[in-house]
């Protein structure tokens, strides 16, 4: 079964510049939520996009934006990167009939130098 | 705010033994508990559900039974096994919203 595809796998940054991260949810999933996970810790909900519109926010710094496309795939941009961005970025996707049960992608590994 | 407990942290248990895994919530609104699983340097796995109309539900070796009185949960596996390990975390939601509250996590080893 297709799952959610996220790209790219591992990403490494300088301080202060920016990154672009992209969910692909499985197919026919309409809602994205973006988690992040620091070391040794749970995921912590940031944003999540439902029909191509914002549908709630968590702790999501302002320096990071994030939008959902046509195809209903996601892209969480992060400016002005900061030594404590490092973290996995986690996207999951979810259908309308069934809107709570999330399914994870593989994760983006961000590391910020 | 939104909170859920999740005991123990870690949790040795020989294998064909049982685990199990507490997590307490604090939004009574909270009507829907994932379980996931997760192995190093991967995306959390589904692995059970519960919703707030039921009280227990059985897939395998796995079991998660809710109290709703008590807001908690449990994860309950049987017969564990060497692969069975991992970092299991709970997750309450509610409806409207959708977004999880994890639990902090419990590393799970067991040990063949």
């Known amino acids: 079964a297709a799952g959610v595809i996220q790209s790219p796998r591992h990403l490494i940054k300088e301080k202060r510049e920016t990154a672009t991260l992209k969910c692909y949810p499985i197919?026919?999933?309409?809602?994205v939520y973006w988690y992040q996970q620091g070391p040794g810790q749970d995921p912590q909900f940031l944003i999540s996009f439902y029909e191509k519109m914002q549908s709630d926010k968590g702790s999501i710094p302002d320096r990071f934006s994030a939008q959902q496309f046509s195809d209903y795939h996601s892209e969480l941009n992060m400016s002005s990167l900061e030594l404590g961005d490092s973290a996995l970025y986690f996207c999951?996707?979810?259908?309308?009939?069934?809107?709570?049960?999330?399914?994870f992608g593989p994760g983006t590994r961000l590391t910020v130098l | 705010g939104e909170n859920v407990e999740q005991h123990p942290s870690t949790l040795s248990v020989q294998e064909g033994d049982s685990a199990v895994i507490k997590c307490t919530y604090s939004d009574s609104a909270s009507n829907y508990f994932p379980w996931y699983k997760q192995e190093l340097g991967k995306g959390p796995q589904l692995i059970i559900d519960i919703r707030s109309n039921v009280g227990e539900k059985k897939d395998q070796r796995i079991a998660v039974t809710l109290n709703k009185t008590a807001k908690h949960f449990s994860l309950h596996i049987t017969e564990t096994q060497p692969e069975d390990s991992a970092v299991y975390f709970c997750?309450?939601?509610?409806?409207?919203?959708?977004?999880?509250?994890f639990g902090t996590g419990t590393r799970l080893k067991v040990l063949a």
């Open positions: 197919p026919r999933h309409d809602t």
């Open positions: 997750a309450a939601s509610y409806t409207g919203t959708y977004k999880y509250i």
């Open positions: 999951a996707s979810s259908v309308k009939l069934v809107p709570d049960t999330q399914y």
